[in-house]
């Protein structure tokens, strides 16, 4: 049975897109349809980020090596035809309702990626609030889920629980390293490239027949 691989990851970390965006690339090198199971894997900081300046939650996360940081991501992430914008990025959104749906999707048995995918453009690349409501119903008409929905789902004693169990499940095999892939098992921990990859994604494809 093919397992899909699993992807720890956190919308406050621009890394996160950069390994979805090589995870991609490698299984179409190997010839699989993009499939993947995301993992909400916050970290403190970033669940107590909301409303945080941009420039401030940086500093906190890097020290004096914030702006090293951001050039090197943000070289790697026009290397895959992404042009970021964190210039346009001044206050931090709350991440749960993007995550709420995410989760959404993946329990109501429907492919989340072209969301995920839609979000850190709006984040990193528009500078957009992604946890305002008018924006994630934007965000949502793609996938044909009402925003009512997952306003109710987050609004839920389940979502947070979906929600803790994944970021403590994501946590114990990733070692809070984010973003981190698994792998039939195997972990790799953070944004490898393709070409780590796709010899991993191959030969468990060839397992699997």
Not at 1 to 29: C, E, G, K, T, Y
Request: overall charge neutral; charged content about 15%.
């Amino acid at each position: 049975m093919h397992i899909p691989p699993l992807l720890a990851f956190d919308f406050l970390d621009p890394w996160s897109w950069v390994a979805q965006r090589r995870l991609a690339l490698a299984m179409s090198q190997v010839g699989q349809p993009f499939n993947v199971t995301f993992q909400p894997c916050r970290s403190p900081l970033s669940r107590a980020a909301a409303g945080m300046a941009y420039h401030d939650f940086l500093e906190r996360r890097f020290g004096t090596q914030a702006l090293i940081q951001q050039s090197l991501v943000a070289a790697e992430m026009r290397q895959l035809g992404i042009e970021p914008a964190f210039s346009q990025i001044v206050r931090l959104p709350d991440t749960r309702p993007a995550l709420a749906a995410v989760l959404w999707l993946q329990r109501s048995g429907k492919p989340a990626h072209h969301f995920v995918e839609s979000v850190f453009e709006a984040l990193y690349c528009h500078g957009q609030d992604i946890g305002d409501p008018a924006v994630l119903k934007q965000l949502l008409l793609r996938e044909r889920v009402a925003l009512s929905e997952v306003v109710q789902f987050m609004h839920s004693d389940t979502f947070s629980e979906e929600l803790q169990a994944s970021e403590a499940t994501a946590a114990a095999w990733a070692g809070r390293v984010i973003p981190s892939l698994r792998i039939n098992g195997t972990v790799v921990f953070g944004a490898q490239t393709p070409s780590v990859l796709a010899p991993m994604l191959g030969f468990f494809g060839a397992q699997q027949e």
